[in-house]
């Protein structure tokens, strides 16, 4: 049984108003406090003054476009969990959002159920991201602080994680000296059944965005991509 979401707030940015009245009232049957807003601007302001939980964003809004309020919330907000909600299913479409650290992404159309259920493991994992206080990891070139959700590196510079991000270092870092499959991170990191999962590439498109992040190299990897199986923690330096 799952708890009550009655404190959660959901900002549902969508400039369709069949669509948006539709997951205003879905949301608020499944017990959540919703805001709405109907074009780039006001849902910009609403997700960066507003004390939302998550934003459900569209990518195609009046007076915007919803990647440029991805880019905003990441800026100002870098830990208000977004699910993009677009049309757009192309894979180029989903790297980019994801890159610009969507912490999901849903392709209408789609159904309520499915939505809520991401929703649902979204909020989870941000209410209670499984990281032990002291984690941190180092590597060559850094370290990563898991309880931060951020990298330094040796010259002082620095790089945020998302909460996926940070979620997904974290049980790599718990099965360290073991492969961990793709369907195990989607059921345990995702909280996704592998056989229905839409995105069948969201792990990889993540470990992608995470090397980008570390600066990964070849010869040195942070997460070592076993062939056929899964992937797995480096060792450290």
Same mark, same amino acid.
């Given at each position: ?156 510079? =620095? /790089?945020? $994680?998302?909460?996926? +991000?940070? @979620? ?5 870092? %718990?099965? *360290? #000296? ?32 995470? =090397? /980008?992040? $570390?600066?990964?190299? +070849?010869? @040195? ?5 076993? %062939?056929? *199986? #899964? ?7």
């Amino acid at each position: 049984m799952t708890s009550t979401p009655a404190t959660q707030t959901v900002l549902v940015v969508e400039d369709d108003p069949a669509i948006r009245t539709g997951l205003v009232d879905a949301l608020g049957f499944a017990g959540y406090r919703v805001l709405q807003a109907a074009d780039a601007p006001s849902g910009a302001e609403s997700a960066l003054r507003g004390a939302c939980s998550l934003v459900l964003l569209d990518l195609m809004l009046p007076g915007g476009d919803g990647l440029s309020v991805l880019k905003e919330i990441r800026r100002l907000k870098p830990e208000l969990p977004v699910i993009i909600l677009t049309a757009r299913g192309r894979e180029s479409d989903r790297v980019t959002g994801l890159r610009l650290g969507a912490d999901d992404y849903v392709v209408k159309p789609f159904s309520v159920r499915e939505l809520l259920a991401r929703v649902t493991a979204v909020l989870r994992r941000t209410s209670k991201i499984e990281v032990d206080s002291h984690v941190s990891l180092a590597f060559q070139g850094g370290t990563i602080d898991l309880l931060r959700r951020e990298v330094v590196f040796d010259n002082e510079e =620095r /790089e945020e $994680l998302s909460e996926r +991000e940070a @979620a997904l270092l974290a049980y790599l870092c %718990r099965h *360290r #000296g073991r492969t961990v499959s793709r369907d195990e991170l989607l059921r345990e990191v995702w909280s996704v059944d592998p056989g229905s999962a839409s995105n069948t590439r969201t792990v990889d498109m993540h470990v992608a965005r995470l =090397r /980008e992040k $570390l600066k990964d190299t +070849e010869t @040195a990897r942070v997460i070592v991509t076993v %062939r056929g *199986r #899964g992937y797995m923690l480096g060792e450290r330096e």
